[in-house]
């Protein structure tokens, strides 16, 4: 008989942070789940210390790859290992709540209108602080309205870690979206198949990066200046070619400042001093009390 729940874990070199995360899944109060580890041809520690977890806990599956399959591809490669109605993600360095399963599966068998769940989210900063995470907020509503409400702030987009319907989540997640931010298409595909809630209590804590950090491994994977300043090209092309949007519903306008706003963000990124300028601006926006 198969588990109620699979656990992704897309993993490569991950060692010096996996057992915390492993911790924290097999402490979950709802225990109907099976761990399958995708190790992606990891030149670390990891997958020594996944075993030795394995040996102790049944539930526990671990899958070596021989061939490195990318982020996108192992993160598709454990949704479709999973055989259970319901299916998240997990990161080698994030935590979760004890609470986290149980209660997201409560919001969705009480909604089935939902294709997923998360809870809030606290993210780590670099500097030590947290800061609250902001792509959790419920998705609700009418199909297209969800979608554009998504893509118009689609945020650090935790809603990927969310507790999904496996079937669902698979009819979201085709095998030829691999561009940058394809997991702002599996999101979007996902609000158009059904609606996304919200645990209101943080069950979960992602480690983050300033968008320095994001901006320079961006860099680094796009080899000319002009598929650094129009990255979002091909995602929302993709996001166009697989949504097909009827006019009026406000998705291209949503998609086209999506590639705007990181134009922008890239344009920081080249010319710091751009980052004080735009911080004076909206400081000078503010009404004074």
Same mark, same amino acid.
């Given at each position: 008989?198969?588990?109620?729940?699979?656990?992704?874990?897309? +993993?490569?070199?991950?060692?010096?942070? +996996?057992?915390?995360?492993?911790?924290?899944?097999?402490?979950?109060?709802?225990?109907?789940?099976?761990?399958?580890?995708?190790?992606?041809?990891?030149?670390?520690?990891?997958?020594?210390?996944?075993?030795?977890?394995?040996?102790?806990?049944?539930? +526990?599956?671990?899958?070596?790859?021989?061939?490195?399959?990318?982020?996108?591809?192992?993160?598709?490669?454990?949704?479709?290992?999973?055989?259970?109605?319901?299916?998240?993600?997990?990161?080698?360095?994030?935590?979760?709540?004890?609470?986290?399963?149980?209660?997201?599966?409560?919001?969705?068998?009480?909604?089935?209108?939902?294709?997923?769940?998360?809870?809030?989210?606290?993210?780590?900063?670099?500097?030590?602080?947290?800061?609250?995470?902001?792509?959790?907020?419920?998705?609700?509503? @009418?199909?297209?309205?969800?979608?554009?409400?998504?893509?118009?702030?689609?945020?650090?987009?935790?809603?990927?870690?969310?507790?999904?319907?496996?079937?669902?989540?698979?009819?979201?997640?085709?095998?030829?979206?691999?561009?940058?931010?394809?997991?702002?298409?599996?999101? =979007?595909?996902? =609000?158009?198949?059904?609606?996304?809630? @919200?645990?209101?209590?943080?069950?979960?804590?992602?480690?983050?990066?300033?968008?320095?950090?994001?901006?320079?491994?961006?860099?680094?994977?796009?080899?000319?200046?002009?598929?650094?300043?129009? =990255?979002?090209?091909?995602?929302? =092309?993709?996001?166009?070619?697989?949504?097909?949007?009827?006019?009026?519903?406000?998705?291209?306008?949503?998609?086209?400042?999506?590639?705007?706003?990181?134009?922008?963000?890239?344009?920081?990124?080249?010319?710091?001093?751009?980052?004080?300028?735009?911080?004076?601006?909206?400081?000078?926006?503010?009404?004074?009390?």
């Amino acid at each position: 008989m198969g588990h109620s729940v699979t656990i992704g874990m897309p +993993i490569r070199n991950g060692g010096h942070q +996996i057992k915390v995360a492993l911790e924290s899944l097999l402490n979950q109060t709802f225990a109907d789940f099976q761990i399958i580890i995708s190790d992606n041809c990891s030149t670390d520690d990891t997958v020594e210390i996944c075993r030795k977890f394995a040996e102790n806990d049944s539930r +526990i599956r671990i899958v070596t790859q021989r061939d490195n399959l990318g982020i996108f591809g192992n993160f598709r490669f454990t949704l479709f290992q999973a055989n259970s109605p319901y299916f998240m993600w997990a990161c080698h360095d994030d935590r979760w709540a004890p609470e986290f399963i149980e209660k997201n599966l409560r919001m969705l068998e009480g909604n089935p209108r939902a294709i997923g769940s998360i809870s809030k989210v606290r993210l780590l900063l670099p500097d030590g602080s947290v800061a609250p995470a902001k792509g959790t907020a419920p998705l609700l509503g @009418e199909p297209w309205e969800r979608v554009r409400v998504f893509l118009k702030r689609p945020s650090e987009a935790s809603r990927f870690y969310s507790l999904f319907r496996t079937d669902d989540l698979r009819a979201s997640f085709p095998e030829d979206i691999d561009v940058f931010g394809y997991d702002y298409v599996v999101l =979007a595909l996902a =609000a158009l198949r059904g609606e996304f809630l @919200e645990v209101d209590e943080v069950l979960m804590e992602r480690e983050a990066h300033d968008y320095l950090y994001y901006q320079k491994h961006f860099v680094a994977r796009r080899p000319t200046p002009m598929k650094r300043w129009f =990255a979002m090209r091909d995602l929302t =092309a993709k996001i166009s070619e697989k949504l097909r949007p009827p006019y009026g519903v406000g998705v291209r306008r949503a998609l086209f400042m999506l590639q705007v706003r990181h134009a922008a963000q890239y344009a920081i990124y080249r010319f710091p001093p751009l980052l004080d300028a735009s911080r004076a601006i909206g400081r000078s926006a503010r009404p004074r009390s």
